[in-house]
């Protein structure tokens, strides 16, 4: 008889491009989406949850030809027909959101939401396809009032989260300014205009010798491979560049750089005019250029919002895998944008808002060492007769009860080292042990092992000797002792 | 020449069986969650998040046939054939977790994880196919002592998130038991044994007669339907229904009972000694059987657990949608499944848990009104003059400085009606106003909405106008009068 064949042992994987967060990874992100939650909603803006899950139809993502919407969402087909997907922003949510229960929301309508997003996209380093997102965003006001507080709320939430004054700066741009701008130019057609758009993206990356290449006859890029040009002429192209290079060393001077960029276009002046309120605004409350400042050298999302632009960087050297130092670079980014629930209802309701990227501010605080790496680790009550599980279980009762974490050791208690190894991986401050001789002389004993791990250390034989990292003390004085342990090493 | 057809507006809606949450509801489960990770970290257990997307062979549902392995999950292709879906729950993750990292992490493991999981599953009112858990378990450990300990941390946890001492019950049971009267029984075949369990599943809906009756012969249900009876003789179903009904008025006393129901088995003889040795360790930890009690009537999760099975139910009565009173019943469930890991590694890893029903836990509190249902809204800055909105947000700065919650009106300013009634749906404490005359003073208006409620719905002519609930103070005792008339609400 031919034997059954064997189920192959599924595999214990994370799904490629996801991954798993452990104790203070995932404590120190908690607090930090609390700390932003404090300040939005200090100014106002209320919390809001949708689900992971939206129509397919509802993020604005088509059915296309092919068996599944999956362009860069998850999504699939109900049972009955309706395709889903998970949401990959927290801004389509909340077009739907607004448009759906618009009747019982206030007008205007601050909102924030924080929560995971998905994107189906090819994984790399340190780009996973669950991330998540922190978003606030006024919904229904036209004023550029509510930009500027969109503007300071994102300075203010940066140094809730810990970055001090002068190491981050809010820059803000304006789109019809560069509206005005593409005006002035005179473009034979659409296809010439999205071609300087997308020339615009890349001042990031080749600055202004490189633009200006590359709105002219091409360049020769970093590999070698010839990029062709819009080919338009030098002064043709001035415009452009007069617009990306204008900041000023004040904002009057950079406003004034802008509307000569823009010429006589009535869009671009409308566009400088915002600017010009939106700065105005910011420092009637004291928010300066150290803080937050007009820059039109900003050109991220330009293509995407309508208004005014804002992206947060942070501008302190961090050193990359490779040794080198870097800028750290941008860790929130929004805009106005007014045609956010059009889709739905036909009607323009502005908005603008602000998402700021929680894991890329947790990465810069680690790597600026003001993150601990690990928490510390609990109080470990050991084992040394397993009859007496109970009372070892009061004392840790006792130790959660002052409000100190503690753990009783569940591992088999047969070797006692494998319960010192255990605390040890559990970065545990102190270890409680009470033996049979222990227990009859109403004692316990307090191994102090972040000391004793310095001690091993550095320590010489007579220091060693004057302080004993193992000490006994009465029963009840326990919890008092292992306090005065506890906050010693939290000052030190 | 035809019209190009039209595309039709997306609806917004969300999908069927998902819903979004708003302002306090979001808040409100963020507060609990904070305070349950709070007892579970001091009990010594560490965080950990994996991501909302497991492979489906990770999550344990086979594929069949059919399309899609979609049979109570969400699940769906990847371009390269692994097949996805979204967590039905937290502890299929935790064995995927527990088997991928098992290397690197402490044995035992104690973890918690708090998040949204989803069901491919019919929606029903209040039923909804994303919805919150939030779980602590033991990976691990075979003593009982991690059993006692989950017990005890959910009933700190249960009084930590606002469930006073008496109004909650933990009942605890043991699959161990069970499979021993089962054994005593000397059942024909397993059809008949799985026909005992599903039986046993009843007994809350039906009780010891109706148990009794679908052992036997069968019963007639409340619809009206026969169902047909297991087919035992009375004598033969008698120890599955002194096994239910053991429960005595001393812990003693039920366990007594239980032994006596197990007979000579010897797995029941281990079940009942497991009860005892949780019940003794929470006795000395001063657990009575006011908070934790030994209860052999607790039958959900029988079938899955493979030991200790714990229950918390809350004891007070809720009036339900037609008017009725009945009690709110469960909002966590746990026990041990010692067969955790072994699907990966074909090791049997012990391990013990919980998982809290956060959202029941939130709809008992809102119930029994220990929740507010709504938050109290910002301090409203109304706009008397749109040239003088820097003036405005400086109010709302100095107010958000000194900790208060605060807005300025960024809607059409030139209804000040509108703005009143924008205060009015924003649950507004207060309402600031400065027009040009107060400006021109040095004085700003300061009108106590709640205060202007109450007296608009109670008061006398005479108290009106003793009690002005619209007041002018001066320019820079404002921050300092408001905040005396918030915590004057917050005191009342």
Redesign the interface.
């Known amino acids: 008889m031919a034997k059954p064949k064997k189920q192959p042992?599924?595999?214990?994987?994370?799904?490629?491009g996801?991954?798993?967060?452990?104790?203070a990874?995932?404590?120190q992100?908690?607090e930090m989406l609390?700390a932003i939650?404090g300040v939005y909603?200090?100014?106002?803006f209320?919390?809001?949850?949708?689900?992971?899950?939206?129509?397919v139809?509802?993020l604005?993502k088509f059915l296309p030809d092919v068996d599944?919407p999956?362009e860069g969402v998850?999504?699939?087909q109900?049972?009955e027909g309706?395709w889903?997907a998970?949401r990959y922003d927290l801004t389509a949510p909340l077009?739907?959101?607004y448009?759906?229960?618009r009747n019982d929301l206030?007008?205007?309508y601050?909102r924030y939401a924080m929560g995971?997003v998905?994107r189906n996209e090819k994984p790399g380093p340190g780009r996973y396809?669950?991330f998540y997102q922190c978003d606030a965003d006024?919904v229904?006001?036209a004023?550029m009032?509510?930009d500027?507080?969109i503007c300071?709320m994102l300075s203010?939430t940066l140094e809730a989260v810990g970055i001090p004054r002068g190491d981050y700066v809010i820059r803000v741009n304006n789109r019809k300014v560069l509206n005005g701008v593409l005006e002035t130019m005179g473009l034979a057609d659409t296809a010439q205009r999205d071609a300087v758009l997308r020339t615009i993206d890349k001042f990031d990356k080749v600055g202004e010798t490189g633009v200006r290449e590359l709105l002219g006859k091409g360049r020769l890029d970093a590999s070698g491979a010839y990029i062709d040009g819009v080919g338009l002429a030098a002064e043709q192209a001035e415009p452009v560049v007069a617009f990306l290079t204008s900041g000023g060393s004040s904002t009057a001077e950079t406003l004034d750089n802008l509307r000569r960029a823009v010429g006589s276009s009535e869009t671009g002046a409308r566009g400088v005019d915002e600017l010009q309120q939106i700065a105005?605004?910011l420092a009637?409350?004291?928010y300066g250029r150290d803080r937050i400042v007009i820059d039109p050298s900003v050109v991220r999302g330009l293509g995407y919002y309508t208004g005014p632009v804002y992206e947060a960087e942070l501008t302190f050297e961090i050193t990359d895998e490779k040794g080198r130092p870097r800028q750290f670079g941008s860790v929130a980014g929004g805009g106005r944008y007014d045609d956010l629930v059009k889709?739905?209802?036909?009607q323009e309701v502005p908005a603008t808002g602000i998402s700021i990227g929680v894991d890329r501010l947790l990465a810069a605080l680690r790597e600026k060492g003001r993150l601990r790496t690990a928490?510390q680790?609990?109080v470990?009550v050991t084992v040394m007769d397993r009859d007496r599980?109970?009372?070892?279980?009061?004392m840790v009762?006792e130790l959660?009860q002052a409000?100190?974490?503690?753990?009783?050791y569940?591992?088999n208690p047969k070797n006692f080292g494998n319960q010192l190894k255990?605390a040890d991986?559990?970065a545990s401050p102190v270890a409680i042990i009470e033996g049979a001789d222990e227990k009859a002389s109403g004692v316990v004993q307090i191994k102090d092992l972040i000391l004793g791990a310095e001690i091993a250390e550095n320590a010489t034989l007579e220091e060693w000797k004057e302080r004993p990292s193992q000490f006994e003390v009465k029963r009840g004085d326990m919890v008092v002792r292992v306090r005065e342990i506890l906050s010693g090493h939290q000052q030190s």
Chains 1, 2 share one sequence.
Do not use: C
């Open positions: 042992r599924p595999k214990a994987v994370t799904p490629k996801f991954r798993d967060y452990f104790g990874e995932v404590t992100r908690t609390r939650a909603h200090r100014y106002g209320d919390a809001l949850e949708s689900s992971g899950v939206e129509t139809e509802a604005g599944r999956n998850f999504a699939w109900e049972d309706d889903l998970l077009a739907r959101v448009a759906q229960h206030p007008t205007p601050r995971p998905w396809r669950q006024t229904g006001s004023s009032a509510a500027a507080e300071a203010d105005d605004l009637a409350q004291g889709r739905f209802t036909g928490e680790g609990p470990v599980m109970a009372d070892y279980q009061s009762a959660r409000g100190i974490r503690a753990e009783v569940l591992g255990y991986r559990r």
